[in-house]
Structures are given as C-alpha cells and as structure tokens.
C-alpha cells in the first residue's frame, strides 16, 4: 500500500504562485489531478518514475512545472506559477505502475490539497 501525504494548498491572489508537494512511500509513476466543485476529476500534469518525461493538460502547461525528488522519500512537486481563478480546485497527489492522464490509470491517491485562487 503507497501512502501520498500532500501539503502546500491555500490560497492566492490570481497571478500568483503556489507550490505542491506529495510524499510517496513507494517507487511509482506520479502525478497531480483536480477536481473543481460540480465538475469531473481531470488530469493535471503526471512524471515518470525516473523523472525523465513530464506531461501535462494544455490548460496549465507554460505554468505549472512538475518534477520529483527520489532522493528525498520520493517527494513530488508541483510549481504553480501565473495562477488563475479556474485553477481553483482540490488537488489530489496521485501514484501509479502505469499512470495517465485517465484517473482510471490511477492506483493510489491521495486525500487532496485546496487551492483557492482569487480575482
């Protein structure tokens, strides 16, 4: 069982910045979905296990930049710059053998992070 312990949510004025970080206790493929009120879980950005490929939805690429930190209990972070009113959202840390960007491809997540950006 992979554990995900997520911090870093709150809340920011539009244009500015956050920073997400997610803990795994495993060795996976990570990344971060988000779920917006009345709205589908929906694909944020995801890593590889070496970090070599990163991938993320057009909607935050150009802003958001995803990497991750082995070394350090297979840390996860997610930097959120240019933030805008529809990035708000709960953010959930997410680990997979073969994650996507389909939260079906998900085998663990985490409890989520709010991130509230305001206008």
């Known amino acids: 069982q992979v554990q995900l312990v997520e911090s870093g949510g709150g809340l920011v004025q539009a244009g500015g910045s956050l920073r997400l970080s997610c803990a795994a206790s495993?060795?996976?493929?990570m990344g971060w979905f988000r779920q917006a009120p009345g709205k589908e879980r929906e694909f944020v950005a995801t890593?590889?296990?070496?970090?070599?490929?990163?991938?993320y939805a057009d909607s935050v690429k150009g802003r958001f930049t995803l990497s991750r930190d082995n070394a350090n209990k297979n840390t996860l972070y997610l930097q959120m710059n240019s933030l805008k009113p529809e990035d708000t959202a709960v953010y959930y840390c997410?680990?997979?053998?073969?994650?996507?960007?389909?939260?079906?491809?998900?085998?663990?997540w985490g409890r989520g992070t709010q991130v509230t950006v305001s206008s």
């Open positions: 890593i590889t296990w070496s970090g070599g490929s990163t991938y």
């Open positions: 495993g060795g996976y493929a």
């Open positions: 997410a680990a997979g053998r073969r994650m996507g960007s389909n939260p079906s491809s998900v085998d663990y």
